[in-house]
């Protein structure tokens, strides 16, 4: 078998080789064979109209042809511009697309901020723009009561307690100098580049608006073969020694401008998102400063647990980790589920709240209780709320005291004190 494909196969090569020859034969003297050419027919008349019809149908089938050639040419030219077109707007689509869509789906807020009261204005004040405000006041009470608006601001816009006392101090020693020494002209000057008065005064804002206050004027006196200038007291001045140490008892008794946080209080209806807690950045955000020391505490905790800690020990740094939070929103549920909220600082007491709910009752003489989620019930009034793990946010269940209650509806009928918010707040 294996014989025979092997001869069809050296058959179908030669056959492809094309006609042989010997090998003697000089196949150059060999010439090609030009064919002879046959004559045609001349056609005959009807052939000739046969073919003159046949053609005359040719070329209208190839006018035809072109129109549609052409008309679907335009086409397809349409076609193709509609396809880039599509192809460009799924394009920018695709652009648009990898760009994050941005949906506004936040969650509204509970509370829109911290916000807090200034005790010289009575205006609510939100918390990044307490520094300004706290200013803009000093300033404009400044004018009606100075020396009591300029120690305000000594102890207000400048930081550093340790270097706010200095201050206080030293100028405290000044005046004390001149109402011991009324006629000593020495007493009743201060150079402005002493070290001593650069060091403790100079650099303090508001120092200059209370020697002003006083009665120091700046004057050009000679010193040391030189000209310098000094603040300088008037003898008239000192002839009134009672306003100078009524400005030593201000500048001694004045303390900090202390801006209470703005409770907001909302009545909230009972509805189903009314459980639920969505805070702002500023409860609970922690600046540079405090994330280092978190830092550091971890480090520290890291160490510690390697070592036998005291008792004492031990409640220094639970106190520590109590002021992680700046401040919590207090929900009080009451029987009927509406709730009272409100916003504190997570170091203030217990009693904060129980005054703050006190002051929204109808019936505001009557003793209720406050407890937690968990039913606790909350008595310690001098306990904060970081303390009682109500930070930084909770609920807490209102009900009045069920032994004063039973004496009350006894008497009024069981209907009575269904009632708990005052009207306006509803």
């Known amino acids: 078998m294996k014989k025979f494909f092997n001869k069809v196969k050296t058959e179908v090569t030669f056959k492809k080789a094309g006609e042989g020859h010997k090998l003697t034969e000089d196949t150059r003297t060999k010439a090609v064979q030009p064919r002879t050419a046959t004559e045609r027919a001349h056609p005959s008349q009807g052939a000739q109209q046969a073919g003159a019809a046949a053609l005359a149908r040719l070329e ?18 349409r076609a193709e511009a509609a396809e880039r077109e ?47 405000h706290k200013r803009e006041c000093i300033v404009t009470y400044l004018i009606d009561t100075p020396v009591k608006m300029s120690v305000t601001m000594i102890q207000s816009l400048n930081k550093g307690r340790e270097k706010v006392q200095v201050c ?16 000593e002209e020495k007493y009743r000057k201060i150079r402005l580049s002493n070290k001593a008065f650069q060091d403790r005064v100079a650099s303090m804002e508001g120092h200059e608006e209370f020697l002003q206050a006083v009665g120091f004027t700046l004057k050009e006196l000679p010193h040391q073969d030189s000209v ?40 909230l209806q009972p509805t189903e998102q009314v459980s639920a807690f969505h805070l702002p950045d500023a409860f609970y955000n922690l600046t540079t400063e405090e994330i280092k020391r ?103 269940n209102f009900t009045w005291d069920p032994s004063i209650m039973a004496d009350i509806a006894a008497q009024q009928g069981a209907a009575a004190n269904n009632q708990y918010l005052k009207p306006e707040l509803l």
């Open 228 to 267: 310098e200038t000094f603040w300088v007291l008037g003898e008239d001045k000192c002839e009134d020694l009672d306003s100078v140490k009524v400005s030593v008892d201000i500048l001694t008794t004045t303390e900090p401008l202390r801006f209470k946080v703005d409770r907001m209080m909302q009545v």
């Open 60 to 77: 209208q089938k190839d006018q035809s042809k072109n129109k549609r050639t052409s008309s679907a040419l335009k086409a397809a030219a």
């Open 294 to 396: 978190e830092q550091q505490q971890r480090t520290d905790a890291v160490q510690k647990s390697f070592q036998l800690r005291t008792k004492a020990m031990r409640e220094r740094d639970e106190q520590q980790n109590l002021r992680r939070y700046n401040f919590t929103l207090i929900r009080v549920r009451f029987p009927d589920n509406v709730m009272l909220q409100g916003v504190f600082r997570a170091q203030e007491k217990l009693s904060s709240l129980v005054e703050f709910v006190r002051d929204a009752l109808i019936s505001d003489w009557l003793p209720f209780i406050l407890s937690s989620a968990t039913g606790q019930r909350l008595e310690e009034d001098e306990v904060s709320f970081a303390e009682l793990g109500l930070v930084p946010a909770a609920v807490v």
């Open 168 to 183: 206080v101090d030293t100028l405290k020693k000044y005046l004390d100098n001149i109402i011991a020494n009324p006629t």
């Open 86 to 132: 599509a192809s460009s707007n799924s394009n920018s689509t695709q652009v648009k697309s990898a760009e994050p869509e941005v949906h506004d789906c936040a969650p509204v807020l509970s509370v829109s901020g911290v916000r807090f009261i200034c005790p010289l204005s009575g205006q609510s004040v939100p918390k990044d723009g307490l520094e300004a």
